[in-house]
């Protein structure tokens, strides 16, 4: 049986990212609109163009096992020649996967990032999976749970039933489609997990609530009585916020850096904060690893260029 650190589980996907000058006459940013003009029909050169994986499950993965830890990957690619770099750099950075499943006549998923001016507008496609996962001779001491595409129900159904049986420890970020399908879907999910990410934006939308009208205290607070018991909420600049088991809430600033392209902020915030929980660090050192952890991605093009190593920690 393979024992892990961290298991993660959701998607692994292709990224392509076109990062453009910001002087290119062809691209306009319409400031009080926030909308990206582009002139059909033309033919724009970009500056750099690179094809790199992604995924919010294989992000954070690769994170967590850039801390030293023992990490695995749970997902279904498609079978074609982008498959295989999916599974090399996954390889290079010592992501088991073992439980990477590969399927026949698929292709892989693709999102293209148009980075200009520092802001990210992503086309994102999602190849339609099963994702029929096995969770046999798998052990780990805890497993991360992140977004996936439609047919996603059964998969949380089976992430639940292994956590229930081996007692592993649960952290979940729930991605954009269940947390639009609702509380009432998730919750079998809340109710044993013990580490629950989201944003601002994520927690008023599982509670209900309009956008803006709330507290981050209130929303901590009530998105913890869904049965997590730390809850972390991000919030941009504004820093991140969490809730321990006792309902104490603490604050980090948003660590100060260069702005480069923000693809994959939330996920390395995520696997910063679970891996020093992993070297039993306490929640503020966790949120502080978080912010680090993000500050530097979003420094670098791609959702990984940027992750900290454990060294990188112990220097800072």
């Known amino acids: 049986m393979s024992s892990f650190d961290v298991a993660c589980i959701g998607n692994a996907k292709i990224d392509t990212f076109l990062t453009l000058h910001e002087a290119n006459n062809h691209l306009r940013l319409l400031g009080e609109t926030d909308e990206l003009c582009i002139k059909v029909g033309e033919k724009i050169s970009v500056d750099k163009a690179e ?10 993965a690769v994170g967590i096992s850039r801390l030293g830890l023992i990490t695995a990957l749970v997902a279904e690619i498609g079978k074609d020649e982008f498959a295989q770099k999916i599974i090399n750099t996954l390889s290079k950075e010592k992501v088991d996967s073992a439980k990477v499943y590969q399927i026949e006549n698929q292709q892989s998923s693709f999102s ?10 992503i086309f994102s496609e999602h190849v339609r999976r099963e994702h029929n996962f096995s969770f046999e001779d798998l052990s780990a001491k805890w497993v991360y749970l992140t977004s996936l595409g439609e ?47 989201v944003n601002k934006e994520e927690g008023e939308e599982l509670l209900d609530y309009p956008h803006g009208q709330k507290s981050i205290e209130e929303i901590i607070t009530n998105l913890q009585k869904f049965g997590p018991k730390i809850v972390v909420i991000t ?21 100060e850096g260069i702005v480069v392209e923000k693809t994959g902020a939330g996920d390395s915030y995520s696997s910063g904060f679970l891996g020093a929980i992993l070297y039993e ?30 060294t990188d920690f112990e220097k800072l």
């Open 51 to 60: 094809i790199l994986l992604g995924g919010n499950a294989a992000n954070v």
């Open 112 to 121: 293209t990032i148009i980075n200009f001016k520092s802001e990210r507008t």
């Open 151 to 197: 047919m996603w129900t059964d998969a949380y159904s089976k992430t639940v039933d292994f956590i229930k049986k081996t007692g592993s420890n649960l952290a979940f970020n729930p991605g954009t489609l269940q947390i639009k399908s609702g509380k009432a879907n998730i919750e079998n999910v809340l109710s044993i997990t013990s580490l629950l990410f």
């Open 235 to 255: 919030d941009a600049k504004n820093g991140s916020y969490s809730i321990d088991e006792k309902g104490n809430i603490l604050k980090e600033e948003a660590a």
């Open 281 to 310: 660090k306490s929640i503020k050192e966790a949120m502080n690893w978080g912010a680090k952890n993000s500050v530097s991605v979003i420094g670098k093009v791609g959702a990984q260029a940027g992750l900290l190593y454990k």
